[in-house]
Nanobody, 114 residues
């Protein structure tokens, strides 16, 4: 079992930045994949960014604005979000795949509004 705890969400103005953190409480070095998803009201959950076997991929809507990274020493996955737009408003979820199962965090709310 892998416990994931997200933090870093909040209210930010358009054009602002936030960094989301996902504490995994285990080594992230040998994970198959780690990523961030989001779900806006009335919409399905969608992929935002993901690192799979060392390769990163991003949703077209966030390319050039968001960056996913991992810190092995802190067992933490990050999502740096810059140039935020109102359409980025959603609950953001951390996800990891350890080759045996996938695990989800409880989500953190990001609201982009003036």
């Amino acid at each position: 079992q892998v416990q994931l705890v997200e933090s870093g969400g909040g209210l930010v103005q358009p054009g602002g930045s936030l960094r989301l953190s996902c504490a995994t409480f285990r080594s992230i070095f040998n994970l198959r994949a780690m990523g961030w998803y989001r779900q806006a009201p009335g919409k399905e959950r969608e992929l935002v960014a993901r690192i799979t076997l060392g390769y990163s991929n991003y949703a077209d809507s966030v390319k050039g604005r968001f960056t996913i990274s991992g810190d092995n020493a802190k067992n933490t996955v990050y999502l740096q979000m810059n140039s935020l737009k109102p359409e980025d408003t959603a609950v953001y979820y951390c996800n990891v795949d350890d080759y045996y199962s996938q695990y989800w965090g409880q989500g953190t709310q990001v609201t982009v509004s003036s």
